[in-house]
């Protein structure tokens, strides 16, 4: 019974140590403004984009063509 109840002191104690660092995390200045960030994921069809040469010249033009968006 002891050993039970040390166990669930040392589980009860990192459990709290755990939500005490995960809210200091959200808390942290991350250095940029993630408001205005965009994350994409896509994959292109290996028959029409070969070469690495023409999956650069893509993205470099999506990257362009996004930037060119106004706001």
């Given at each position: 019974?002891i050993?039970?109840?040390?166990?669930?002191?040392?589980?009860?104690?990192?459990?709290?140590?755990?939500?005490?660092?995960?809210?200091r995390?959200?808390?942290?200045?991350?250095?940029?403004?993630?408001?205005?960030?965009?994350?994409?994921?896509?994959?292109?069809?290996?028959?029409?984009?070969?070469t690495?040469?023409?999956?650069?010249?893509?993205?470099?033009?999506?990257?362009?063509?996004?930037?060119?968006?106004?706001?």
């Amino acid at each position: 019974m002891i050993v039970q109840f040390a166990l669930a002191l040392m589980l009860s104690v990192g459990a709290g140590l755990l939500v005490r660092s995960f809210a200091r995390l959200l808390d942290t200045d991350p250095g940029f403004r993630a408001e205005h960030a965009v994350n994409v994921t896509m994959t292109l069809p290996a028959g029409r984009y070969p070469t690495g040469a023409e999956v650069k010249a893509f993205y470099e033009q999506a990257i362009a063509a996004t930037r060119a968006i106004p706001a």
